[in-house]
């Protein structure tokens, strides 16, 4: 399930189950969106892209949808496993602002064996 | 084929004292974003560089905090006369053009005494 903690929320999902983390972006004017990835210790990684002309993009296990009406991103990661295990972060790119990407909250992801 | 090199990887200052944290772009990448992270939280933009020049600084402080990207060597986050405040981990990404995905370095964790 999905609690907040003291600082970043948390999602507790069995292995091998799909995960699916939220995002609510800023500004309707973002037009390029990323996924992240971040494990204990480490700068984030890399996951999965989206850019504002498409509402669905498939990488491997992971699926990222946008929406755009109620300027929402979520994250889809498909059979969880262990390694899964991580803060994820959404990333905007606010165009009108120089290109600096604004990163949301975080959701940190636990998986349970 | 090195990604986005930070050094050092971890500092240890005393308050009154200068930081400099480095941050060497992955080959071809001329732009450098610097953001700062604290435990449980997300990452907060900081300043936007391309060689040589400053596109975007709205967030970084005023005072004591400056960055270059110099034509020749590593980006430089300056942080003078710091306090317990700034104490924090700091990350550089990389990215080759703008609005295109960032690469992140392993961060510099900054503790003052």
């Known amino acids: 399930g999905e609690s907040v903690g003291l600082h970043l929320p948390t999602l507790s999902v069995q292995e091998g189950d799909n995960s699916i983390i939220n995002c609510a972006y800023s500004?309707?004017?973002?037009?390029?969106f990323i996924w992240y990835k971040q494990e204990s210790g480490k700068g984030p990684q890399f996951i999965i892209d989206?850019?504002?002309?498409?509402d669905k993009r498939q990488g491997q296990r992971v699926t990222v949808l946008l929406n755009k009406t109620v300027k929402h991103l979520s994250l889809q990661i498909a059979a969880t496993q262990p390694g899964d295990s991580a803060v994820y972060f959404c990333?905007?790119?606010?165009?009108?602002?120089?290109?600096?990407?604004?990163f949301g909250p975080g959701t940190r992801l636990s998986v349970l064996p | 084929n090195a990604g986005v090199m930070q050094n050092p990887r971890h500092l240890v200052r005393r308050r009154g004292q200068e930081a400099r944290l480095r941050c060497s772009p992955m080959?071809?990448?001329?732009?450098v974003y610097w953001y700062r992270q604290l435990p449980e939280e997300g990452l907060k933009f900081m300043v936007y560089?391309?060689?040589?020049?400053?596109?975007?600084e709205s967030g970084m402080p005023k005072e004591r905090f400056s960055a270059e990207f110099p034509k020749e060597g590593p980006s430089i986050l300056r942080i003078q006369q710091v306090v317990r405040g700034d104490s924090a981990a700091y990350f550089c990404?990389?990215?080759?053009?703008?609005?295109?995905?960032?690469?992140f370095g392993s961060g510099t964790q900054l503790s003052v005494l």
């Open positions: 560089l391309q060689k040589e020049n400053i596109i975007d």
């Open positions: 990404a990389s990215s080759q053009g703008a609005n295109e995905k960032l690469f």
């Open positions: 990333a905007e790119n606010i165009a009108l602002k120089g290109q600096n990407f604004v």
């Open positions: 080959k071809g990448h001329s732009h």
């Open positions: 500004n309707s004017a973002s037009d390029y």
């Open positions: 989206i850019r504002s002309n498409m």
